[in-house]
């Protein structure tokens, strides 16, 4: 709505000063001297006059919608009130109604107490487990470095010799 008034109050503005510039240019015409600048003037004049009649044609478009808008918004108004009546009536006839209402929204409280305490825990545990995480290869022993393997070398068994 806001909107539609500062673009209707802005075209306002442009056919002002379009108004101005027709009022100077008639003016000026009338104060020419030859053809061909009474022509160049009258030729910037209709130009003007087509600005002109485009600009009151916008407005009168913000115009509609400006009233189209508000009573959008009266009949709104008018069914929020109804509504609000309605339920009015129906807490007052109606006390359990009421009573309902008030233990969902306790309920509704609580709950949302609960959500954050669990969320806050949640955080705190997530912040711990990065830390433990960080430092566990900090903690981890070295691992010793393996030694080459040296070949073991098989002692040679002599033979013996037999006597035939």
Excluded: H, W
């Amino acid at each position: 709505m806001e909107s539609v008034q500062r673009l209707k109050t802005a075209a306002q503005e442009r056919l002002n000063l379009e108004l101005q510039n027709k009022e100077q240019i008639e003016s000026e015409i009338d104060f020419a001297d030859n053809s061909d600048e009474k022509q160049g003037l009258e030729y910037r004049l209709n130009s003007i006059l087509s600005t002109i009649d485009e600009i009151k044609n916008e407005i009168k478009q913000r115009a509609s919608m400006e009233k189209k808008f508000s009573q959008a918004v009266a009949e709104i108004e008018k069914k929020k009130n109804s509504v609000t009546k309605t339920i009015k009536k129906n807490v007052e006839s109606k006390p359990e109604l009421a009573k309902l209402a008030k233990t969902a929204q306790e309920k509704l409280s609580s709950a949302s107490k609960k959500f954050e305490s669990a969320k806050k825990r949640e955080l705190s545990v997530s912040t711990r487990l990065s830390k433990i995480k960080s430092s566990i290869p900090k903690a981890k022993p070295k691992k010793k470095v393996a030694k080459p393997k040296t070949r073991k070398v098989k002692a040679k068994t002599k033979k013996k010799k037999t006597r035939r």
